[in-house]
Every structure is written in C-alpha cells, then in structure tokens.
C-alpha cells in the first residue's frame, strides 16, 4: 500500500506549488514510485511539474458519455473506463502525474469523484507515494474523493480567512470520519508566524511557514517547470527541512 499525501487549502495559497515541491523531493530523494495526482478542475499540477497531458479522467468520460459505443462490445464500462484512465497516466521522469480535469457533460461531476476515488483505490497499490493536489476549498471532501490519506498537509497563508479555511477543512474531515494519521499545516508565502494564537485550536501540526520565493513567482511568471526551481531557493529548503514531519521519516 502507497503512502498518500493529500494537499488541501483554499484557494490561491499556493498548494498546488506546494505539490509540485513535494513530487520533485521524493523524486530526488530516490523514494520510490511516485504518482501525482492533480485532483483539482482547474489542472495546474501537471504543468508545474513539467508534464504534458494528453487526456485527462474528465475528458475520457465526456467522450464514453457521447459516444457509448465505444465501449467494446462485452467489456463492462468500468473496466473500460479503468483502462482508458491507465493509459492516460504521463509517465515522466521519475514519477507518473494522472490529471482529474473537469468534465464538460450535465450532471457528471458526482460520477467524475467516484471514477477516481475507484481507481485510486487501485492505483495506490502500484505506487509507493502518491501526491494528491484536491481542489480548492471544500468540495472534495464533502464528496469524499480522498477517504482517507496517511498524511493530510493543509495549506494557508497568513490570513484570517485562510486559516478559518484551514480550520473548516479539518472539522470536515473529522465529521465525515475521513481517516487522516498525520493532520498538518503548513503557511505558504508568510514570512515567519510570530503570533502563535493565529495557529491555535485548529487542530492541526504546525510544522512551518514557506517564505515568500521569488523564483517561483519568477517561474510561474514565463510558464516554466517547478523542477527547474534552484536548490537554493527559500521553498526548496523550507520544504526539504519540514519534510520528514510530511512523510513521517519514511526514507
């Protein structure tokens, strides 16, 4: 069984970069076989990671949506559906990336969250780590895409409503009994956290503040590949620091 990692946080803290971080460590690391997912509509991961995406799981179920008869005659749509999302896993240099996308067909959105929370449950068994980027805010817990993660990494910044955000996903996990070992927070582009109260009664680790990076706004600026982020970087190194509270000194 693979160790999860699932990234969640409201939007615009920068979790997605935070993923892309995490990937290229393990990858670095030598941990294992890696499977990034990018669980969230609006598909940045794979682009920070350097990936290419062909397809992605909305994408092949619009497509068996309109034309059914695609299908081969005697192959139950599961299956199908299954091996139509193995073949859209990119396979990239020390790691695979598997793409959620947004499905364009009505009323699909429901059966998109348990088309992947089926073959995750599959997947994580080839993987030694898997990296879920979940969308932003609340939606995919409600819909319980991710049941359950060995780690749970919350990301924030430094504002009142990130953390009442930060707060509120971890109340959702406990009350859809969301099975979570490790529940950490993590204050994305802060400077140092000096006021301990912003922190307190949330139920979560705090295990650090990533400083504002230039070189990632640098990167993201001409559409560059997080891989390409210098080691010396302050994410790099914040992230390589804190990174055995993530993957609990799995390596």
């Not at 940045?44 to 695609?70: C, F, Q, R, Y």
């Not at 088309?115 to 780590?129: P, Q, T």
Request: charged share 25%.
């Amino acid at each position: 069984m693979g160790y999860l990692i699932a990234i969640a946080g409201k939007g615009g803290t920068g979790k997605t970069t935070i993923a892309a971080i995490l990937v290229r460590l393990l990858k670095e690391n030598k941990a294992g076989s890696i499977l990034a997912i990018d669980a969230d509509p609006n598909s940045n991961l794979a682009e920070a990671l350097g990936v290419k995406t062909e397809e992605t799981i909305g994408s092949i179920l619009d497509e068996i949506s309109s034309h059914p008869e695609i299908i081969p005659q005697g192959t139950p749509k599961d299956r199908f559906i299954e091996y139509r999302v193995q073949t859209a896993i990119s396979e990239a240099e020390g790691f695979d990336c598997l793409t959620m996308g947004r499905p364009e067909g009505p009323g699909c959105y429901c059966y998109i969250n348990n088309a992947l929370r089926n073959i995750m449950s599959k997947l994580i068994k080839d993987y030694e780590y898997i990296v879920i980027d979940n969308e932003a805010g609340l939606e995919h817990l409600s819909r319980k895409t991710t049941r359950f993660a060995d780690t749970l990494l919350v990301v924030s910044d430094a504002t009142a409503v990130g953390l009442r955000a930060a707060a509120r996903i971890r109340e959702i996990v406990k009350e859809l009994k969301i099975n979570t070992k490790n529940n950490l927070l993590i204050i994305n582009r802060s400077g140092k956290i000096t006021a301990e109260d912003k922190i307190k009664g949330l139920d979560l680790k705090f295990i650090g503040d990533v400083p504002l990076d230039k070189g990632i706004a640098k990167i993201s600026l001409n559409g560059n590949s997080l891989m390409k982020l210098s080691n010396d970087s302050p994410s790099i190194k914040m992230l390589k620091k804190i990174g055995d509270s993530i993957w609990q000194k799995k390596f």
